[in-house]
């Protein structure tokens, strides 16, 4: 299987400018639009010093006096782009050329359009920058005579030029020289909105409090504005103080105003401060709209809150409030997710019944909880009867179908509806390359898996843990340990921070293998990089020790893991005393089995299993039937390992009546003896001489299905041929043989067999 994606990629460019300079000055400028040419700002002169000394005299030319323009001769030589005046020719020789291009632009004050031409033309202009000041007595023309739009362009260059001294910011120059013209405020709604737009979003918040302090204050409009981009990016920091800031300040909030906090609010699961809001909200005068109670429905839901949001619903509609597709989406969505599919589908009835049609969303969240709960064939029929009304399934319908049919076994249907998205001309997102890919590594096909891979690296989806986990563990499964620690090498490489499930899944890689070192030496890497381990992590690798028959190391982790207050699970204590009872240290395993309720742990059916059948295999078999009885009066029911190890150890304690017993009792809760039953029973009825009895167990374990092995075949042959029955034994050897069981006839020489 091969897929290819095709993506087109924006390479944005970064201009860099030169920063001009100019110095803070307190005092306002005086000039206004009436002002004599000879009057300039102390701050136009201050820029003048600075710019002398940044551009020292180079032209051959002689330095030229403004005062040989007038307003009309301005005026004229602009409005007829004279630009080769041999005024403006030695002005723009001189190195003071920037300061003399503000008082131009000073000049020209009463007609905005010929400020701004002038400007453009200055700009272009090889060598020359505006300074800053001049971009700011533009911005005040223009806005002025009302070119809102060319104000704002303006604006925003400046701002991205970013060309402001440290002590100063485009607010300070903007006062600093809003006596150009007749004054007007907008302009810093302007500044603010424009810092805005361009995500500059601390920026305006400092902006806000310095027009706070100069009683300047910017349209709700655009507080509204702030707030909105601040809580869309995280910044609840700034969104909460940006919010009592609008208060202090006097600025009227609105309903939108309290829809962006209480919505925000519910996203990041803050319900307490989401609720207080709504009851400030109502207090205030303002009635909540549809924004309101939808925000407050989906963030009660999403926290599993259920009967709240039939409560807020009702009030909803108490309120007259009419609930929309949007509203009925959050119920659905919020109680299929937590399990509550009836009432899910009578809020879809409620919202046909009240002339609402189902949409893509609708439709996507129910496909997806059915899959979910591994109703495929229920997710499929929504999925048809979706595109019967005309909905076009995106790209988290197609993910959910298949996930689903991955997680089934289904990878040919999964495949299907990848081909039939990309048909569809829908992109495939990193969730459905990485439902994909878990397929396919889950069956085995890492060629193909490595073929998606790169196709997603192709279209420009960028991997995140989840994929990358994936491919490790499908590596892993494939016994290519090698290939998976490449796969965490290039996620180091690409600066992608593995979490603890990914160091998890290696490190059970590498137990698996009995590459204990490298195992212990992956734990260390996990600390360096600052995540915390688990106790899964610990005893994966104590469980490894163990079976590598290192009961010492096992036993210092645990050690190791207590110190670091982890807190041993019931999967710990399992592998524990499963571990020591191999190791023959029974009695140590019976003391961490009774400090178990010591730390507020009760043994399960498998912390039992291990120590029942290890007290039997260390010959403490009073002591595991014991155990069993007790499993029993707890109401727990034994697994088919804790039967077949009291089985073993009844027939060789001689109890056979109690082993068949034990059998009948499996057969009677309907479980199924496997191989190792089958050979306890076997083997114990051979020993005892009951041979005709393990003879008819033996063709009953062939007709069930399971398949004896050479253990089981050499109990019956043994025995036969100690009784000397030699017919007997070449008898089933033959037919054993014939079966395919048995390569061959053996010699009655047969090793001694133990279980």
């Known amino acids: 299987m091969l897929i290819f994606l095709r993506s087109l990629f924006g390479i944005g460019r970064r201009t860099s400018h030169r ?12 000039n206004t639009c009436s002002s004599s040419p000879s009057l300039v700002s102390p701050f136009i002169w201050l ?3 600075i710019c002398l000394i940044r551009f020292p005299f180079v032209s051959n030319r002689h330095f030229h006096n403004f005062d040989c323009f007038d307003k009309d001769s301005v005026r004229e030589i602009v409005r007829e782009q004279r630009w080769d005046d041999f005024r403006i020719v030695s002005l723009f020789d001189s190195a003071l050329a920037p300061i003399w291009a503000s008082r131009v632009l000073v000049e020209l004050c009463q007609d905005a359009r010929l400020a701004l031409r002038f400007f453009e033309w200055a700009k272009g202009r090889i060598g020359f920058q505006h300074t800053s000041e001049a971009y700011c007595i533009l911005v005040h023309i223009l806005f002025c005579a009302r070119f809102y739009s060319d104000a704002n362009a303006v ?6 030029l970013r060309r402001v001294l440290p002590s100063w910011d485009v607010f300070d120059l903007l006062w600093a020289t ?3 013209c007749v004054p007007g405020f907008g302009v810093f709604d302007a500044l603010f909105s424009a810092l805005i737009e361009l995500g500059m979003l601390e920026e305006a918040s400092e902006c806000f409090l310095k027009m706070r302090k100069f009683r300047v204050f910017p349209k709700p409009r655009s507080c509204n504005a702030l707030l909105h981009r601040l809580s869309k990016v995280g910044r609840g920091d700034l969104s909460r103080k940006f919010f009592k800031d609008m208060g202090a300040a006097g600025i009227k909030r609105s309903v939108f105003t309290y829809n962006i906090m209480i919505d925000y609010l519910c996203k990041e699961g803050d319900l307490e401060m989401a609720r207080s809001l709504f009851t400030q909200m109502k207090e205030a005068g303002f009635m909540p709209d549809i924004v309101t109670y939808n925000s407050l429905i989906d963030g009660h ?9 039939i409560c807020i619903f009702e009030q909803m509609k108490d309120a007259d409030c009419d609930p929309d597709v949007i509203t009925y989406n959050a119920l659905i969505n919020c109680f299929c997710k937590f399990e509550r599919m009836p009432k899910a589908f009578e809020f879809l009835h409620e919202m046909k019944a009240n002339g609402l049609k189902p949409n893509v969303v609708t439709y996507s969240t129910f496909i997806d909880a059915f899959c979910k709960e591994g109703m495929l064939q229920e997710a499929i029929k929504f999925f048809v009867d979706m595109r019967r009304v005309a909905l076009t399934p995106n790209e988290f319908t197609y993910t959910s ?31 459905t390359y990485t ?3 878990d397929g396919l590594c889950e069956e085995g096909r890492m060629k193909e898996a490595e073929e998606v891979f790169r196709a997603m690296l192709k279209a420009g989806v960028t991997p995140n843990q989840e994929t990358y986990t994936a491919l490790v ?33 290696i490190l059970w890689g590498l137990c698996n293998e009995s590459r204990l070192e490298e195992a212990k030496l992956l734990i260390g890497e996990i600390k360096e990089s600052g995540i915390n381990t688990n106790a899964v992590i610990y005893t994966t690798l104590m469980d490894a020790y163990f079976k590598a028959g290192q009961a010492t190391e096992a036993l210092t982790l645990l050690e190791e893991m207590l110190d670091l207050g982890l807190i041993p699970t019931e999967v710990t204590y399992c592998a524990l005393i499963d571990g020591l009872c191999k190791s023959g240290l029974v009695q140590e395993a019976m003391h961490h089995f009774g400090r178990m309720s010591e730390i507020g742990l009760q043994p399960n059916v498998a912390v039992y299993t291990a120590l029942v059948d290890g007290l039997c295999k260390n010959n403490c078999f009073e002591v595991a039937k014991k155990l069993f009885e007790e499993m029993l009066d707890k109401g727990m029911m034994p697994d088919k390992i804790a039967y077949t190890a009291l089985i073993d150890g009844n027939m060789k304690h001689g109890n056979l009546q109690e082993a068949l017993n034990l059998r009948d009792r499996m057969i009677e809760i309907g479980m199924e003896l496997d191989l190792h039953a089958y050979t306890a029973l076997i083997w114990g009825l051979s020993h005892s001489g009951q041979v005709q009895k393990a003879r008819n167990l033996l063709d009953e374990m062939i007709g069930k299905g399971v398949l004896p092995d050479e253990v089981v075949y050499m109990c019956l042959i043994k025995k036969y041929y100690a009784l000397g029955k030699v017919d007997e034994a070449l008898e089933l050897q033959n037919e054993m043989a014939k079966r395919g069981m048995i390569t061959g006839r053996s010699d009655h020489a047969v090793p001694s067999v133990q279980t």
């Open 19 to 30: 920063l001009t300079a100019f110095s803070h000055n307190p005092n306002h400028i005086s």
């Open 47 to 49: 820029s003048c010093f």
């Open 155 to 160: 604006l925003k260059e400046l701002i991205c």
């Open 178 to 180: 809003r006596n150009v």
């Open 301 to 309: 839901g999403k926290l599993g809150l259920l009967d709240e949001c």
């Open 401 to 431: 179908l298949i996930d689903a049919n991955c997680k089934a076994g289904n990878l040919a249907e999964a495949l299907k509806l990848v081909e039939e998205i990309l048909q569809a001309g829908i992109k495939l997102n990193v969730v």
């Open 435 to 437: 439902v994909l890919l």
């Open 473 to 505: 563990h499908g590596f892993i499964k494939a016994k290519k340990m090698e290939y998976a620690k490449d796969i965490l090498k290039e996620m180091k490489e690409k600066c992608v921070k593995p979490d603890l499930l990914l160091y998890g899944t």
